[in-house]
């Protein structure tokens, strides 16, 4: 029994000593990258049908935003605490950028957005005809455009709350 137990704590050891420290600086940049990249596939009519077809990519989107809400609330107490006796402004607009993000572009939110989306998209496509097409194309701009200012200014958030954190030399 005392070797099993040396045993582990030798491999505990090994693996924790080998494992690097991601500073969260890092964490942020890929994270902010990754949504990106999954912003502009959210860009046009074509692009939110697929999206809503996909279950699959949905649920990886979710998953995306938990991932940057849960490393943007760390950062948010890293940055406190750093910053808690100094009046940093570049340390303050981070907080602030991070509270916006955390109260008005939640998972939840994002989500509840999205549902309505599809169903939006679902009555154009349930109401299509070839005589009601140019009512069809202005459904969809409408469309296209809410969607887009949407992504956009999650987007925006994600991007300056980077930004803030190359500024404030966390790591």
């Excluded at 704590?9 to 999954?38: C, G, H, M, N, Y």
């Excluded at 910053?83 to 998972?107: F, H, N, P, Q, S």
């Excluded at 509840?112 to 109401?127: G, N, P, S, Y």
């Amino acid at each position: 029994m005392k070797n099993i137990a040396v045993l582990c704590l030798l491999t505990w050891t090994f693996f924790s000593a080998a494992q690097e420290k991601v500073p969260i600086t890092k964490i942020i940049d890929d994270l902010t990258v990754r949504w990106d990249e999954t912003a502009i596939t959210l860009r046009t009519y074509q692009d939110i049908h697929n999206f809503c077809a996909a279950v699959e990519d949905r649920a990886t989107t979710v998953e995306l935003l938990d991932q940057i809400h849960h490393w943007d609330t760390t950062l948010y107490f890293i940055v406190q605490n750093k910053y808690a006796d100094k009046k940093d402004k570049e340390a303050e607009a981070t907080l602030r950028d991070i509270e916006t993000l955390e109260t008005d572009y939640t998972t939840e939110n994002f989500k509840h957005f999205i549902q309505e989306e599809c169903a939006i998209l679902k009555v154009i496509e349930d109401h299509f005809d070839q005589e009601t097409v140019r009512a069809y194309e202005k459904e969809i701009l409408k469309f296209e455009k809410e969607l887009v200012k949407y992504v956009v200014s999650i987007t925006d958030r994600i991007d300056i709350i980077d930004e803030h954190i190359h500024h404030l030399h966390l790591d």
